[in-house]
């Protein structure tokens, strides 16, 4: 059934697709309406679950692992402050190892008080030992969001998944969504499994003291989980294309990319922005692709190397910084790519600020400018500025 759907609504319709049992949120723009439809939806009848409420985003989470630890499918979702609020917690889940799914409205972090697009928030979970996942349009969201509980409750797995999607761009912006119906879904996702069940008869403690050994042996476990999770999500991505008629690409979408000499590297809404770049570039003779990342976590590097390590360059953009250095998608990259061709970072998009085709366009060519008349171009960052500073001094401006 076609659905003319914001973002967060995809979202909510994947959830109650799911068959969530458990769902637990504090309010938060640009995400808040996700739970707020879930809400709806339970007090209509129209899905069987139960709605914990909270005083903190903190405390969703907690209310999600403690449900989801005790046999539930579980759910919630939150948005830049608000996820960095659950970041403690978020560490406890996936050290848990148990299946969870969370949505992240990706959305700029303070201050300045800023509520509108950017990946800082969702990047900043990296090292958590969640999956994590960055869809480019509201079909997408609804499908990565059916896809994620396959992936979360793989035996191979056991890691919670976030699924992004862009504050705005996606979570208000209304889009044509093939919805499928709920027993194509229950056909095509297996019953809730999960690695033990904490029940008031059981004999098991989670989170609590261990010896040095162990701890180190659970780490190790995690990283497994993520390996194993490369597979999985290639795995279910097919499987998911069987079922549905929806392919992605697995871990990373790759457009234009076999013929390509120069490849633009990014993740989220505004890969549709580059590819309609990529349309110019090509008409002006430069032969350029995408490599548009759907997953950062597990970090694709053996796709990324196979298709990019003879090309003439790569062209990283980045949404997000981690200060001091680079983007972190152009630092991620930059190393599984060392010494296989030229690259640049570029950082654009901060909060919100519009990137037009022209502008990746105008980038790419500067870009292959620099590798023609250099030979060899590493720049880790180059700063794209929002259109109203880019002919003034920028040092007056920050002075």
């Given at each position: 059934?076609?659905?003319?759907?914001?973002?967060n609504y995809?979202v909510?319709?994947?959830a109650?697709?799911?068959?969530?049992?458990?769902?637990?949120?504090?309010?938060?723009?640009?995400?808040?309406?996700?739970?707020?439809?879930?809400?709806?939806?339970?007090?209509?009848?129209?899905?069987?679950?139960?709605?914990?409420?909270?005083?903190?985003?903190?405390s969703?989470?907690?209310?999600?692992?403690?449900?989801?630890?005790?046999?539930s499918?579980?759910?919630?979702?939150?948005?830049?402050?608000?996820?960095?609020?659950?970041?403690?917690?978020?560490?406890?889940t996936?050290?848990?190892?148990?299946?969870?799914?969370?949505?992240?409205?990706?959305?700029?972090?303070?201050?300045?008080w800023?509520?509108?697009?950017?990946h800082?928030?969702?990047?900043d979970?990296?090292?958590?030992?969640?999956?994590?996942?960055?869809?480019?349009?509201n079909?997408?969201?609804?499908?990565?969001?059916?896809?994620?509980?396959?992936?979360?409750?793989?035996?191979?797995?056991?890691?919670?998944?976030?699924?992004?999607?862009?504050?705005?761009?996606?979570?208000?912006?209304?889009?044509?969504?093939?919805?499928?119906?709920?027993?194509?879904?229950?056909?095509?996702?297996?019953p809730?499994?999960?690695?033990?069940?904490?029940t008031?008869?059981?004999?098991?403690?989670?989170g609590?003291?261990t010896?040095?050994?162990d701890?180190?042996?659970?780490?190790?476990?995690?990283?497994?989980?993520?390996e194993?999770?490369?597979?999985?999500?290639?795995?279910?991505?097919?499987?998911?294309?069987?079922?549905?008629?929806r392919?992605?690409?697995?871990?990373v979408?790759?457009?234009?990319?076999?013929d390509?000499?120069?490849?633009?590297?990014?993740?989220?809404?505004?890969?549709?922005?580059?590819?309609?770049?990529?349309?110019?570039?090509r008409?002006?003779?430069i032969?350029?692709?995408?490599?548009?990342?759907?997953?950062?976590?597990?970090?694709p590097?053996e796709?990324?190397?196979?298709?990019?390590?003879?090309?003439?360059?790569?062209?990283?953009?980045?949404?997000?910084?981690?200060?001091?250095n680079?983007?972190?998608?152009?630092?991620?990259?930059?190393?599984?790519?060392?010494?296989?061709t030229?690259?640049?970072?570029?950082?654009?998009?901060?909060?919100?600020?519009?990137?037009l085709?022209?502008?990746?366009?105008?980038?790419?060519?500067?870009?292959?400018?620099?590798?023609?008349?250099?030979?060899?171009?590493?720049?880790?960052i180059?700063?794209?500025?929002?259109?109203?500073?880019?002919?003034?001094?920028?040092?007056?401006?920050?002075?």
């Open positions: 059934m076609i659905k003319t759907l914001t973002g995809a909510a319709e994947a109650k697709l799911a068959r969530i049992k458990v769902t637990s949120a504090y309010p938060i723009t640009p995400q808040t309406t996700i739970v707020e439809k879930l809400s709806e939806m339970i007090e209509k009848g129209e899905l069987e679950a139960k709605m914990i409420r909270v005083e903190s985003e903190h969703a989470l907690a209310a999600t692992l403690g449900a989801a630890a005790a046999g499918r579980a759910f919630t979702a939150t948005a830049s402050h608000g996820l960095l609020y659950m970041h403690e917690v978020l560490w406890w996936a050290s848990a190892r148990i299946p969870v799914v969370m949505a992240v409205a990706a959305r700029a972090i303070g201050a300045p800023n509520i509108h697009v950017e800082s928030d969702v990047v979970q990296r090292d958590t030992g969640w999956i994590i996942g960055i869809a480019q349009e079909q997408e969201v609804l499908d990565m969001t059916i896809q994620a509980f396959r992936i979360s409750e793989d035996p191979r797995v056991y890691l919670p998944v976030i699924v992004g999607l862009d504050g705005f761009i996606l979570t208000h912006t209304v889009a044509p969504v093939n919805v499928p119906d709920q027993k194509d879904v229950d056909n095509w996702l297996p809730r499994r999960q690695p033990y069940v904490i008031p008869e059981s004999k098991i403690v989670m609590n003291m010896s040095d050994d701890y180190y042996m659970m780490r190790y476990s995690i990283q497994v989980g993520q194993a999770a490369k597979k999985v999500i290639e795995e279910v991505d097919q499987s998911y294309g069987k079922a549905f008629g392919y992605y690409g697995g871990l979408e790759c457009y234009r990319c076999d390509a000499d120069y490849v633009m590297v990014l993740m989220g809404s505004w890969a549709g922005d580059a590819k309609e770049a990529v349309k110019i570039l008409e002006k003779g032969n350029a692709g995408i490599a548009r990342i759907r997953f950062i976590r597990p970090w590097a796709i990324l190397r196979e298709k990019l390590y003879n090309k003439k360059g790569v062209l990283v953009f980045d949404r997000s910084i981690s200060f001091g680079a983007g972190q998608l152009f630092t991620e990259l930059s190393s599984t790519l060392y010494g296989m030229n690259i640049r970072g570029v950082i654009a998009g901060l909060g919100g600020v519009d990137v085709p022209e502008d990746f366009a105008n980038e790419m060519i500067d870009f292959v400018n620099k590798v023609e008349e250099n030979g060899k171009v590493y720049d880790p180059k700063w794209l500025f929002p259109a109203k500073y880019r002919n003034v001094k920028i040092e007056e401006v920050v002075s």
